[in-house]
């Protein structure tokens, strides 16, 4: 699975940090990092931080596989 | 009846069970509504969140007027920038990001031993209360070990407690001023007892957030002893008095809606949606107070400088402009940027650990509910509209095998 | 009459953000025809934020910034392919591996590319890169994983800044050149690339301002040594990265009749592109950052935006609008926003910074690094820019779309003195800078004189 997240939405809450704080990462008091690939064990907690951000600007889904249509 | 008693029925305790045709009434009646008292209040989601984004709007009491003006100094949660930033800040250094990122999470083996072990104590019960069985005692316990406060003091800190939560209650129909008073000293003295406990811990920290208050070596990053005691009564009142509500919530809310019950026990991954669906539904805490800092225009109405707004937050978020079907209770719901915890710089300080304490919570309790039922719908309900919750849950365990 | 606009054949040239996003859009809108995506890169749709950021610092791999999808688009992906040219008339879209797919409905999403070095073979020396694609990224976060003894940066727009950031993070010594006066000022004006300018030397950033690069120098091997400045100094560096801004991919439109030129395709509100008679198309839409479109907020001219949230609004927009007719089509009326993280401060800007005339601290303080900056023009707010207080920009967003006064007005607990005293926004002719705006205003008609292109011999 793969998530982005949408910076022009991000208030910098941090709530997804504090919930998956080995994806999500601060830069700084509020600029956000985060790993694009989600590793199987992180998945529940970024399910957690994706419900729980408060501007909803994260996206988790699957990438696109050009084979399978 | 008219509009401008709003307020005054929203605290009514009559209404307290269910306030939300109340809601809808003030919705009806605009986005900014005059009270007979001269106050103002504002139901709809748009104009809160504007509401909290705007710089100038004041969450400090003493910039209203009355007795308030003279209060003391209050904690970061009712303070403006750039103070409420500096002392936000820096009690976040032991709690969160960009300080300590995995704090919280760390915590969440804790909080499920906790769990099971207050669920495995009430196994063999036929009637439990959900509230003082298992919704106060969870996030208690936990707030405890976080803060570093002994859990068997608890009877101590929970008179108090309930006092300063009392004082910051909404109360239109009552003169507060021996609420406000009794409030007041509730807070010094609960802060005095949390910065004897920090003060034990100088020299010897422990891992907990009064130790590194106390401990912190760089001067520029530490809290002097008023506003760790401040700082301190905060945490600890809004680590419980406001998860009792959101685990008990979810429960009544769950058994109300026995589908939606049996689709979360097929489909656990649903959970954390389904926690932001309650704070949108029944949220813990239904209203926020502010004031203007110059006279503004807000939605076309002009309200002067001090006055008081009251933000009824568990209102916006049923404002049908905002979400669709707003009174269904929906776990799967997209797009929930619900008001539960507030939003813009106030929002929820204890956020996320309220949140795990919820999965927590209610993802242990979802499986034992299939046979559960409420003894009493609508259950009890505690005397404060701010901090909205039942006082009881009673519910029936009938054991099915 | 629906009913046929959501059968038949779509295809989207582009296979990045937007393109991606409008594929989801169109099945999302109804869109049940046959749906083709081409895309001149090997790869599936990938997010390009983070290669200047996460990916140069180390802590994610190039190849792992794929995008998610909100839903499968059950699309036909002609992926490593580049689309070639258009036929207008005959409704085609040539392929550079001699195919060509006919369309009933084209999306232009074919975006931007790093403008190069202008000297073939100095960007050819090893060790000389530009940073746009995830096969950039990845080759330049190895040279930086091999631990250059010195990068030198050419432009200090937000990705020339963002990357000399990365390296000082990461213990590299770097040389940062610029042509105007700061960096950052092409983008957000005066006061705040003074700014910028003291968080690259507080950073220890060797920050080299009103010059340009005269020269990339090379070994014997080939590889990169060192550049000249106009100075007359010289920089040794083992790595050059060639910050410069953007280009517009339309060349493979030379022959195709569009108002297309090197400020992108101009089209309507609604994303339908005009041809290069100034008359808007029916069948062809444009949408990210390839499109250059008027805001009624900017005094209608048009804009060319290079930004991630352009690119996902438009896309949508323009989707939406591929698939209804007439009174149901909605024009892109979102307001451009943009974020950076650089130096540990996150940056977001709101509006079109560069449509100003004065600019006012309206909260906090340059001292503090941490403040919200407004921008007006002709007394009426047109942007703003928080440092490291996001939280606000909601409130001067809304000042923007509603025309508020400027100098804005006063209340808020954190307004500092300077408020009072607007100073002018100080933003310079972009041709004066190695880094242009990543938002420009262009001027208010598609011009045909100024949209064809000559194609280049």
């Not at chain 2, 009270?35 to 103002?40: E, F, L, P, V």
């Not at chain 3, 280009?247 to 297309?260: D, F, Q, S, T």
């Not at chain 3, 262009?442 to 949209?451: I, K, N, S, V, Y």
Request: charged share 25%; with cysteine.
């Amino acid at each position: 699975m793969r998530i982005v997240v949408d910076l022009t939405r991000c208030q910098g809450y941090a709530q997804c940090v504090f919930l998956a704080p080995k994806v999500f990462q601060l830069h700084g008091e509020e600029g956000l990092l985060y790993s694009p690939a989600v590793p199987d064990d992180q998945l529940e907690r970024v399910r957690e931080a994706t419900a729980a951000c408060p501007v909803q600007a994260i996206l988790l889904g699957e990438e696109v596989s050009p084979d399978d249509r | 009846m008219s509009a401008d008693t709003l307020l005054e029925r929203i605290t009514d305790y009559a209404n307290r069970a269910d306030p939300y045709p109340l809601y809808a009434e003030l919705r009806e009646a605009g986005p900014v509504v005059r009270q007979a008292d001269g106050s103002y209040l504002v139901g709809s989601y748009h104009e809160i969140t504007a509401l909290l984004h705007n710089p100038q709007i004041s969450a400090d009491p003493r910039n209203l007027p009355g007795p308030a003006q003279k209060a003391r100094k209050p904690p970061f949660l009712r303070l403006d920038d750039p103070e409420h930033h500096r002392l936000r800040t820096l009690a976040m250094r032991p709690f969160g990001p960009p300080h300590s990122p995995g704090r919280i999470d760390t915590m969440r083996g804790q909080i499920t031993e906790l769990t099971e072990e207050l669920l495995d104590e009430l196994r063999d019960r036929p009637q439990i209360d959900i509230v003082d069985d298992f919704a106060y005692p969870l996030p208690v316990t936990v707030i405890c070990r976080l803060l570093g406060v002994p859990r068997e003091d608890e009877p101590l800190f929970r008179e108090w407690s309930n006092a300063v939560v009392a004082s910051a209650d909404v109360r239109p129909d009552l003169d507060t001023t021996e609420q406000d008073g009794a409030g007041d000293q509730a807070r010094i003295d609960m802060g005095m007892y949390l910065l004897n406990l920090a003060e034990q811990r100088r020299g010897h920290p422990t891992d907990d957030m009064l130790s590194a208050f106390i401990n912190e070596p760089d001067p520029a990053l530490r809290l002097t002893p008023e506003e760790l005691a401040e700082t301190g009564v905060l945490l600890l009142i809004a680590g419980h008095e406001t998860t009792v509500n959101l685990i008990t919530n979810g429960v009544l809310t769950l058994l109300r809606h026995p589908d939606q019950l049996d689709r979360l026990r097929g489909e656990p991954d649903l959970l954390p949606r389904a926690v932001e669906e309650l704070l949108r539904y029944e949220p813990p805490v239904h209203m926020r107070q502010r004031t203007p800092l110059v006279d503004m225009d807000i939605a076309g109405t002009t309200i002067a400088k001090g006055t008081s707004v009251v933000l009824a937050l568990a209102s916006g978020n049923r404002d049908p402009k905002r979400f669709h079907d707003p009174d269904r209770f929906d776990p799967t719901r997209q797009d929930n940027e619900h008001l539960g915890f507030g939003s813009g710089i106030h929002l929820c300080y204890g956020a996320p650990l309220a949140r795990i304490e919820a999965h927590a919570a209610l993802g242990a309790l979802i499986p034992r509910l299939s046979t559960a039922r409420l003894v009493q719908d609508p259950p009890p309900y505690r005397q404060n509209a701010m901090l909205r919750g039942p006082r009881h849950l009673p519910i029936e365990m009938r054991q099915s095998a | 009459m629906t009913g046929d606009l959501r059968d038949g054949r779509i295809v989207i040239v582009g296979a990045s953000l937007a393109g991606l996003r409008a594929a989801e859009t169109l099945r999302e809108e109804g869109f049940t025809g046959s749906l083709t995506v081409v895309g001149d890169e090997p790869y599936p749709p990938y997010d390009r934020p983070p290669l200047s950021k996460q990916v140069l610092l180390g802590q994610v791999a190039a190849d792992t910034t794929g995008l998610p999808m909100r839903r499968n688009p059950d699309a036909e992906w002609r992926l490593g392919v580049r689309a070639s040219g258009l036929d207008g008339i005959g409704k085609r879209v040539m392929l550079a591996d001699g195919e060509s797919l006919p369309f009933d409905r084209l999306l232009i999403a074919t975006g931007t590319r790093a403008r190069p070095w202008p000297n073939p073979d100095e960007a050819a020396l090893d060790g000389v890169f530009t940073l746009r694609t995830r096969d950039d990224a990845a080759g330049l976060a190895e040279r930086l994983a091999a631990g250059p003894q010195r990068v030198l940066v050419i432009g200090g727009g937000f990705t020339g800044s963002e990357i000399a950031s990365a390296c000082r993070e990461r213990g590299i010594e770097v040389t940062l050149a610029e042509r105007g006066p700061a960096p950052l000022v092409g983008a957000l004006g005066g006061t705040l690339s003074k700014l910028a300018a003291a968080m690259h030397r507080n950073h220890g950033v060797d920050l080299r301002c009103g010059v340009t690069v005269t020269a990339l120098r090379g070994d014997s091997g080939g590889r990169f040594t060192g550049a000249e400045l106009s100075d007359g100094s010289r920089v040794e560096a083992d790595v050059c990265v060639v910050a410069l801004g953007a280009v517009r991919n339309v060349e493979w439109l030379a022959e195709a009749g569009l108002a297309a030129g090197p400020r992108g395709v101009t089209c309507d509100a609604g994303c339908r592109a005009f041809d290069m008679y100034g008359i808007v198309t029916d069948d062809v839409f444009v949408a990210g950052d390839v499109s250059r479109f008027p805001h009624p907020l900017f005094d209608y001219q048009l804009l060319s935006l290079e930004h991630w949230g352009n690119a996902v609004a438009q896309a949508e927009v323009a989707a939406h609008n591929m698939v209804n007719r007439g009174p149901l089509r909605r024009p892109h009326l979102a307001l451009p926003t943009f974020w950076s993280t650089q130096f540990g401060l996150n940056i977001k800007s709101v509006g079109v910074p560069t449509f100003s005339d004065h600019v006012a601290i309206a909260q906090g303080s340059l001292e503090e690094r941490r403040l919200a900056m407004v921008y007006g023009y002709r007394g009426r707010v047109t942007a703003a820019v928080t440092v490291d207080m996001a939280k606000s920009l909601e409130y001067y967003r809304h000042l923007i779309e509603t025309a508020a006064p400027f100098p804005p007005a006063p209340g808020a607990a954190d307004r500092p003195m300077a408020a009072e005293i607007p100073v002018p926004s100080d933003v310079p002719d972009p041709k004066g800078l190695s880094h242009g705006p990543t938002v420009a205003l262009t001027g208010h008609l598609p011009d045909r004189r100024l949209t064809v292109i000559q194609p280049s011999g």
